[in-house]
């Protein structure tokens, strides 16, 4: 029963680090060493960027201990120390809060915020007591290979989940921690199909899930894990059509989903919710409009009642879908539809009590994302809503077991800006890699310096955690630090890869303009004007695109979805034809340009990665390396400043096995290829600068953050828990 799984966002969510230059560049030999405030940094890094609360509180800790003079900071440390308590749902966080108060009384901000913690706090723990039963919140899943695309079983044992290694559904021991396959499709060199969202029956057994097949449909499929024989329950009536399971009915006899026109968000996701028969595969449309303004899903977040009377869901109805969500039922019957909750804040569903009291909900309106309850009876809510749990975060709700626990996931993979400088003659690392950008850390990506080398471009999604990522192009000033964050008229959940023109005056990015078509738009850096380049037909995707160095035409490679086929047209500005490139190869999905503008560097995306390059005027591809890589991970080539080498990245495990790339370039030459001994988690997009004596890169970072798995339990009031 999981909330807001939209296929083409949901990679993208991630933790923001709150991680300032200085401790994310730490270079002292020891905590003695150090100063309060590097202490300070230090714990933070500790906190956030790795997601140690234990160790950061002994830092914290140590703070206190080593400079209790430095009171501004010492403050600081003890509030942090309550906030990490109270991340682990222990009961220290009240007496570290109240440890501000009373011993740091002049440090009006810190104790500002730990009273306006502590009554949260007091609160919340009025209200969970039930019984002899005492709260409970712990982690149950962390570390590689964790998954939260998938659900708990109502009996709690197991929880679904995609194995990414291969992209097969599986399922997890809680008890044992093992995992196991229930799909067994071949690796992706064999088979290029994966499992999506999945949910569980009733009855704990049968799971539906969505796979993408080899035909390059989204469907839906029935197992039984004591009998792991996959059958198909819905296969949409045209290939670009999408549907996507959000939850079994109670009787287990049907399947809640949605179905769309088609895959693509900026198509405005028209269709309709129904239930779909898991004895026939027939269809019967309760809602017909899931649609949205400006491409933002109107409506999500859809779970069925325990008595199966009602679906609850929330809802925007303005353009602003990330700031302002109420909460509605929708009865099965086909009644009036209910306005649950209406509120300015922003309101989204996490699921409904177990044994139907009311429904849970999370909520921004004290300023942080709070869980709360509201009781439900007969479809209408009864009294206010209570808060439960403050500063629960941006979980993501994997289900409410029979038994009333909570299962939740926390998404990781906060993607930054990094530069670093190269020895253009050596390739030695000259100096190490450094955020570029400090602001909205873990949601910046795509960097590319200006043709002057002055100014480099990014995308930036920030707002978690909110439905709808707040994209925008910023342009970072090299000389004055100062951004500019430009919002152009396009689809904010697909625009992307920015690319400057050689005139410095606009950049080109690949994405969806508001009516979903998909194309390469020209962005005006002062008037932030868009015009289309090239636009696409339906189904075809762009994998690349480049600016020739007279800024007379677009480069750009395109192909199918999965990534099978691959052609390189380049686009006359002064003609308006497209003109396929005369020898380019069929699977050439990546590429860049040479600084001098004649020749191409190319990088498919098949197990067996091969570098070659072509003249941009047509001819036959020159091999110059090639490596094994797991996977389809995208590689972007890109030419080094003077045209002698070709960066590119590849896995240090080839078969998938970890996250951790290595830097190389080879000679264009020689076809020698050279480790530069840079190695982060998702080393990709790079943009060598103009001097040739840095690079810019995305990246994961050298330690990221990964996805975990929560339970709560015992979060009930005593008057609604579960007898």
């Known amino acids: 029963m999981n909330r807001k799984k939209v296929f083409m966002g949901v990679m993208g969510l991630a933790v923001a680090f709150l991680v300032s230059a200085l401790a994310a560049n730490n270079a002292s030999p020891g905590l003695s060493q150090q100063s309060a405030e590097d202490l300070y940094q230090a714990a933070l890094l500790k906190k956030e960027a790795e997601g140690d609360l234990s160790g950061a509180i ?40 109240q440890k501000v108060i009373d011993n740091y009384p ?20 009025a209200l969970v007591k039930t ?108 290939k670009d059509d999408y549907v996507q399971p959000f939850d079994w009915s109670p009787d287990g006899r049907s399947i809640l989903a949605g179905f769309y026109s088609g895959t693509d968000q900026a198509d405005e996701m028209k269709g309709g919710l129904g239930l ?4 026939e595969g027939s269809v019967r449309i309760l809602k017909t409009q899931i649609g949205g303004h400006s491409g933002i899903p ?6 069925f009642s325990p008595d199966g009377k009602y679906i609850a869901y929330d809802i925007s109805e303005e353009d602003a879908a990330h700031q302002k969500r109420d909460i509605r039922l929708l009865a099965v019957d086909g009644g ?29 309106r004290t300023g942080t994302p709070d869980m709360w309850f509201v009781r439900v009876t007969g479809g209408k809510p009864q009294g206010d809503p209570q808060l439960l749990k403050p500063s629960v975060g941006r979980m993501e709700p994997m289900g409410v077991t029979s038994r009333g626990a909570l299962f939740y996931g926390i998404s990781g993979g906060g993607t930054d800006v990094y530069e670093v400088g190269i020895d253009p003659q050596t390739g030695k690392i000259s100096s190490p890699a450094k955020k570029a950008i400090l602001l909205n850390e873990g949601h910046n990506a795509h960097p590319d310096y200006s043709p002057d080398g002055k100014l480099l471009a990014y995308i930036c999604s920030p707002g978690m955690p909110t439905l709808q990522p707040q994209k925008f192009l910023g342009i970072l000033s090299l000389e004055t630090g100062q951004i500019r964050e430009l919002r152009p008229d396009l689809d ?25 078509r998909k194309g390469i738009y020209r962005v005006d850096i002062q008037s932030v004007d868009v015009v289309p380049i090239v636009l696409m037909d339906k189904g075809k995707e762009i994998y690349s695109h480049r600016w020739s160095k007279n800024g007379k035409a677009v480069f750009y490679s395109t192909g199918d979805r999965a990534g099978k086929t691959g052609s390189i047209f380049v686009h006359n500005f002064e003609t308006g034809q497209e003109e396929p490139i005369a020898g380019s190869p069929s699977n050439a999905q990546f590429f860049d340009i040479s600084p001098d503008g004649k020749w191409l560097a190319l990088l498919n995306r098949d197990a067996q990665r091969v570098i070659s390059i072509m003249p941009t005027s047509g001819g ?21 400043a003077d045209g002698h080498y070709i960066y590119f990245s590849k896995l240090q495990k080839p078969q998938g096995e970890g996250n951790v790339w290595d830097l190389y370039r080879v000679s264009v030459d020689r076809g020698e290829a050279q480790n530069l001994n840079l190695n982060m988690a998702q080393l990709r997009y790079y943009s060598p600068h103009p001097d040739g004596q840095r690079i810019a890169f995305s990246s994961m970072g050298a330690n990221p953050e990964q996805s975990q798995v929560w339970v709560m339990e015992n979060f009930l009031p005593a008057d609604r828990a579960k007898k």
């Open 58 to 97: 002994k830092i914290f800790q140590d703070i206190l201990t080593k400079f209790p003079d430095k009171r501004d900071v010492a403050a600081k440390a003890q509030l942090q120390i309550g906030v990490c308590h109270e991340k682990l749902g222990t009961a220290e966080a009240e007496k570290a809060f």
């Open 106 to 125: 002049e440090q009006s901000e810190a104790v500002g915020e730990a009273k306006e913690k502590l009554s949260l706090l007091l609160r919340a723990r």
């Open 131 to 238: 019984g002899n039963s005492e709260f409970r919140l712990r982690q149950v899943w962390s570390g590689a290979g964790v998954d939260i695309m998938g659900a708990v079983s109502p009996d709690g044992r197991y929880l679904s989940f995609v194995d990414w290694m291969t992209g097969d559904l599986a399922i997890r021991d809680l008890a044992s921690g093992k995992n196991r396959r229930l799909t067994n499709k071949g690796s992706w060199q064999q088979s290029s199909e994966f499992a999506m969202f999945s949910e569980w029956a009733p009855d704990s057994r049968r799971i539906v899930y969505q796979w993408y097949n080899k035909d390059e449909t989204f469907e839906l499929r029935v197992i039984d894990i004591q009998d792991p024989k996959p059958h198909v329950l819905y296969l949409p009536p045209k």
């Open 276 to 279: 779909i028969s898991v004895e």
């Open 298 to 303: 109107g409506e999500w977040g859809f779970v």
């Open 336 to 364: 009036a539809e209910i306005s649950l909750i209406a509120h300015p804040a922003l309101d989204t569903v996490i699921d409904w009590t177990a044994g139907g009291e009311g429904l849970l909900f999370n909520s921004d």
């Open 492 to 516: 904010l959940l697909t625009f992307g890869y920015p690319i400057w023109a050689p005139d410095g005056r606009s950049i080109s990015v690949e994405g969806s303009g508001r009516d979903g």
């Open 620 to 640: 036959e591809p020159r091999e110059i390396y090639r490596f094994e890589q797991g996977g389809n991970s995208a590689i972007s080539p890109a030419w080094s």
